[in-house]
T-cell receptor, first 113, second 109 residues
């Protein structure tokens, strides 16, 4: 069964550094999402992406964040200058249609020191 | 603002006992409700959604618009049901899921 994959599984970085989190959505899916979960808190929506543009974003998704689909398979989340409070588990998800089930990846744990 | 509330952080039941995981939502329109489950060291996966009205792994959930609830129930809990359960809300006009804080279910032998 096809799955969403994410790399790396764990990323440690220094405050102020740029990080890129990578995701490979399910191949025939058209809608892509990033969520994050700070330890002990709820899973929070960051951004959705469709047809090579952002379709919706949350208040969390400020100018420090960007998303890109650089080729036909990858979907990336970039944080330009990481802050301590960016430490969280970041989940990628994809769906075949808007309002269909979102399939989640295993997550990337980002630790900002 | 739209919100999902799962009042229990932890729910412990004995094997064979009934289980009910509570979920309440706040949304004035027609919601779409989901239950996602996360087993130890595994990814979030859809357990069920209200529009399908299916029973998955013996779990059912009924949308009660009057009480704005979508509680997850199973008549006889199994040890393999031990996991983290998240209730999620979506609705027309948005792409996002709004998650609750989750309930950890522990089924004791």
């Amino acid at each position: 069964e096809p799955e969403v994959t994410q790399t790396p599984s764990h990323q440690v970085t220094q405050m102020g550094q740029e990080v890129i989190l990578r995701c490979v959505p399910i191949s025939n899916h058209l809608y892509f999402y990033w969520y994050r979960q700070i330890l002990g808190q709820k899973v929070e929506f960051l951004v959705s992406f469709y047809n090579n543009e952002i379709s919706e974003k949350s208040e969390i998704f400020d100018d420090q964040f960007s998303v890109e689909r650089p080729d036909g398979s990858n979907f990336t989340l970039k944080i330009r200058s990481t802050k301590l409070e960016d430490s969280a588990m970041y989940f990628c998800a994809s769906s075949s249609h808007h309002r269909d089930e979102q399939f989640f990846g295993p997550g990337t744990r980002l630790t900002v020191l | 603002a739209q919100r999902v509330t799962q009042p229990e952080k932890l729910l412990s039941v004995f094997k064979g006992a009934p289980v009910e995981l509570k979920c309440n939502y706040s949304y004035s329109g027609s919601p779409e409700l989901f239950w996602y489950v996360q087993y130890s060291r595994q990814r979030l996966q859809l357990l069920l959604r209200h529009i399908s009205r299916e029973s998955i792994k013996g779990f059912t959930a009924d949308l009660n618009k009057g009480e704005t609830s979508f509680h997850l129930k199973k008549p006889f809990a199994q040890e393999e049901d031990s996991a983290m359960y998240y209730c999620a809300l979506s609705y027309s006009g948005t792409y996002k899921y709004i998650f609750g804080t989750g309930t950890r279910l522990k089924v004791l032998a």
